[in-house]
Structures are given as structure tokens and as C-alpha cells.
């Protein structure tokens, strides 16, 4: 029997197994943040216990983050802290730290595979449940918590159970003005958050294999929302492309020999899967979200469905409802907003900018709407500048802020204020997600520019 993409890379990196029990993963690329690693330093220290490859870990500062006036001190004191440690645990164990005004920071997972720091055939782990992006290299990448962080800086490794596998596959050429959120939060919808729980996914198929490295990132950050451990698409000509002659990427000879290796990275012909799904790029319209997850999306000239009609439980559905003040059986369309924010480490890269801006230019904001526009790093800040882009966008009266994680969460300044309704390009709309009483529509790049043109949930296509 074959091997499976997924398969390949976890056997290579067992050292160990715990007899009926987890396997002892070696891992190649450690991320870290100022949220979930100050206690992790904190007990090897107590410890006496060094990191034991400082090269393998890089540190940045993004979740706790102002989006304006970076180069002033933090003023939440909170932050400041988790800032001020992250600063000190990097430099006293020798890793490689991009904080705030470092023509590196940014967005945990967008600065990895920027630097070339996230490779085929890799395993990247994050404190941080959204490290499932960098699957989309082909590597085998997920989240974990604060005492699994701390076991990889003093070990290298980390105790973890193999997930099943499942594959989902999409053919066909997806319509004009469905980008890779729209994928994922079709998928999401189909099978509901909990659809993929205990799987790591490979995502197969013509869509996925059109799909820039950009849109491949953007589909396997959704993976977590799906409930998968994580999510993988195998590395092909456009990968290599992306990652060739990035900082961390290996160079002359060493890239030669990791190219043999990378291109033997692909699912086996009788490869077999614990759960396959089969789905149609034809049935993809944009999308947003109705309630309050991620699989409460329906594509944006559908109606919100009753509560007859959905799985689960009806009174949860109803509560959500509740919630964004929505009622069963109404048109999205239509629908008041108040915010706009483009960005977060699903969508705050230059081609989400690229893809946003391509809808507003020559056009005018709506005086109703706030918009944060924020790059997912300063190599993406820069870009847009380069582009043009950042003109443009200021001619048509928005503004482009400094990098971070932003209203993705409801960590730093960027907060959806209560009862407020948020078009919004990050990961999740659970209550609260973006602020207290915060209402969250999540969409694709181009339906947030829609939006912000209109003050209302709007069909990108109508604007055409």
C-alpha cells in the first residue's frame, strides 16, 4: 500500500513512539509570539534548561500589536509586558527575534514563508492554532499550547498522537470573483466545523492546484476551522518558484539535494485515505457567514437558512441568529455594515491587497464605514507602496495601517466596538472574536472591498 503526502512527511520525522501511544515528532521550524510563550521561557528557566536549537526558532511580535504609531512605546500595559519578555527571552537564548520597527515583522505566518523559513517536507509548529497555513509548502504544520512550546524549546520534539487523513478534492475552474476564501469557507460550510476533527487534510484537485501559493495559504489556514489538525497540499513547480532564493532556503548544492527530496513529495497512486470528500468548483459563488462560525456560511446571493433545514442543534442556531440580529430565511445582501478589516494571517498578504484594491480604485469609501487595511508584515507594507497600491487606496479615502495580527482578535487596539457589524477577511466570527459584542461577517478580500464602497453586504460582481 501507498503512502500518502501526509504519511511521508510525519514517518520521516518519528524518533520514538510511546508504546500505545503518542510519537515522539522531531521538529525542523519553531515560531513563536509574545501571547503564548512567556510562560514556556519562564519554566525552563526555572529549570535551568537552555534552548536546545535557538536556529530553529524565530520569534515575532504580532498578536498584541498597535497598527499605528509602531514607533512610539506600547501603551496597554499588558501588551507592553508580553512584548518587553518576548524581546528578553529571544535575545537570552540566542533566537532570532523581528519585533516591532524590524523590516521583518509581522504576522507569525505570513513572515515564514516570506523568509523561507517554511520549506516542503517540513514540520512547523506555533503556539498558535493557525500555524496550519504553512501546509500549503507541503509541510506538515500545526498549533499547539503553551507546555507543548515549552517541550519543543528544551527537546526539539514534541508527544503527539497521528491524526487520521482525509482528502478533499475540487475540480473544475472555479466562476470570476471566487477566490481561495470563498474555497474554504465553501468546504466549511459543507461539512461544518466539526467535520474534520481528528484528520490532517490534503487538499487534491484542479482548483487546488491553480490556486496561487498565496490563495494555497489562505485555504489551509482555514484547515483549523474545519477542525482538522491541519491541512497540506503537495509541493509542485509554483512552490519551488516561491520559496527559491529566500533568506532560509537552502542555496547552490543544498538546494539541489533538497530538491530531490521535495519532489518525491506527493501522495502514492493507491495511497488510502481514512475519509475522502468530493466537491465541484461549479457550486462556489462568493461567500459570507451568517452566524457566529465559520460553517455558517452560504454563498452571498443565498438566504440564511432555517433552523429546520441545519444540522445540529436548533437551539445554538437560533442563539447565533440571535446574536448578529439576523432572522431565518433573510437575504445577506443587503445587510448594514459598520467595519471592514482586510487583513489577518488569512488574507494580509499582497495579493488579498492586489485583489481589494483592483475593486475600489477609481471609487470612493463609504462615509458610513470604518476600514483597517493591515498588512500581514513589513515586506508586504513595502510592497504595497512599490505597487502603487498605496496611492490608489488613499485616493479612493482609505488608509493603510502598520502590520499585526489587528481586529483578527480582539488582543490589541483594533476592536470591532459592541453591537457593531465587521465585514471582515480573518478566521473566525465566534462572538466576541473582534470585541465584545462584536458582529463578524467573514469574506473574501474582494467583498470586503464591496462593502466598503457600499456600507452593505454587496456582490463584488454587482460592481463590474
Known amino acids: 500500500m501507498g503512502l500518502t503526502l501526509f504519511d511521508k512527511v510525519w514517518d520521516s520525522h518519528v524518533v520514538g513512539s510511546v508504546k500505545h501511544g503518542p510519537d515522539i515528532l522531531f521538529i525542523d521550524r519553531h515560531l513563536v509570539h509574545e501571547v503564548t ?75 515564514g514563508p516570506e523568509n523561507g523559513i517554511t520549506l516542503p517536507g517540513a514540520t512547523i509548529v506555533c503556539g498558535d492554532s493557525h500555524t496550519s497555513t504553512h501546509g500549503a509548502f507541503g509541510a506538515v504544520a500545526f498549533g499547539i499550547g503553551t507546555s507543548e512550546v515549552e517541550m519543543v524549546l528544551a527537546t526539539q520534539s514534541i508527544l503527539q498522537p497521528k491524526p487520521k487523513k482525509m482528502r478533499i478534492n475540487i475540480d473544475g475552474k472555479l466562476h470570476p470573483s471566487v477566490l481561495a ?76 539535494k533538497a530538491m530531490e527530496y521535495w519532489k518525491m513529495l506527493y501522495t502514492d497512486s493507491d495511497a488510502v485515505f481514512d475519509r475522502e470528500i468530493n466537491l465541484n468548483a461549479q457550486d462556489i459563488e462568493p461567500m459570507v457567514t451568517y452566524g457566529t462560525n465559520p460553517g455558517m456560511g452560504i454563498g452571498i446571493t443565498k438566504t440564511i437558512p432555517n433552523a429546520a433545514d441545519v444540522s445540529g442543534s436548533i437551539e445554538a442556531f437560533k442563539k447565533s441568529l440571535h446574536y448578529m440580529g439576523y432572522n431565518e430565511g433573510e437575504a445577506m445582501l443587503g445587510k448594514k455594515i459598520d467595519y471592514v478589516f482586510l487583513g ?10 492586489r485583489a481589494f484594491t483592483n475593486v475600489v480604485k477609481g471609487k470612493r469609501k463609504s462615509d458610513s464605514v470604518t476600514v483597517w487595511l493591515v498588512p500581514g508584515s513589513h515586506n508586504v507594507l513595502k510592497q504595497i507602496k512599490k505597487e502603487g497600491i498605496y496611492d490608489e487606496l488613499r485616493d479612493s479615502g482609505f488608509e493603510v495601517r502598520e502590520p499585526g495580527c489587528s481586529a483578527c482578535l480582539a488582543m490589541n487596539d483594533d476592536k470591532i466596538p459592541a453591537g457593531k457589524y465587521a465585514v471582515s477577511t480573518s478566521n473566525r466570527n465566534f462572538e466576541g472574536r473582534q470585541g465584545p459584542g462584536a458582529r463578524t461577517i467573514l469574506a473574501s478580500p474582494i467583498v470586503a472591498a464591496a462593502a466598503a464602497l457600499t456600507g452593505k453586504v454587496t456582490d463584488p460582481r454587482a460592481l463590474n
Open 37 to 111: 510563550s512567556p510562560v514556556a521561557f519562564l519554566n525552563l528557566k526555572k529549570k535551568g534548561i537552555k534552548v536546545l536549537y535557538p536556529n530553529k526558532t524565530f520569534a515575532t511580535a504580532d498578536h498584541n500589536t498597535p497598527t499605528i504609531n509602531q514607533h512610539l512605546p506600547v501603551k496597554e500595559k499588558q501588551s507592553a509586558m508580553q512584548l518587553k519578555m518576548l524581546e528578553e527571552n529571544a535575545q537570552a537564548n540566542g533566537i532570532p527575534y523581528w519585533g516591532l520597527g524590524h523590516r521583518k515583522n509581522g504576522i507569525v505566518h505570513v513572515i
Open 344 to 353: 489577518s494571517c488569512t488574507n494580509g498578504r499582497i495579493e488579498d491587497f
Open 181 to 256: 476564501k470563498d474555497v474554504a469557507l465553501f468546504i466549511i460550510s459543507q461539512i461544518t466545523t466539526s467535520g474534520a476533527t481528528g484528520h490532517f487534510v490534503e487538499y487534491t484537485g484542479q482548483v487546488f492546484r491553480d490556486l496561487s501559493m498565496e490563495g494555497r495559504m489562505t485555504v489551509c489556514n482555514l484547515s483549523i476551522e474545519m477542525g482538522a489538525r491541519g491541512g497540506i497540499i503537495a509541493p509542485d513547480e509554483k512552490t519551488f518558484s516561491y520559496i527559491k532564493n529566500r533568506e532560509y532556503t537552502p542555496k547552490g548544492s543544498d538546494w539541489d
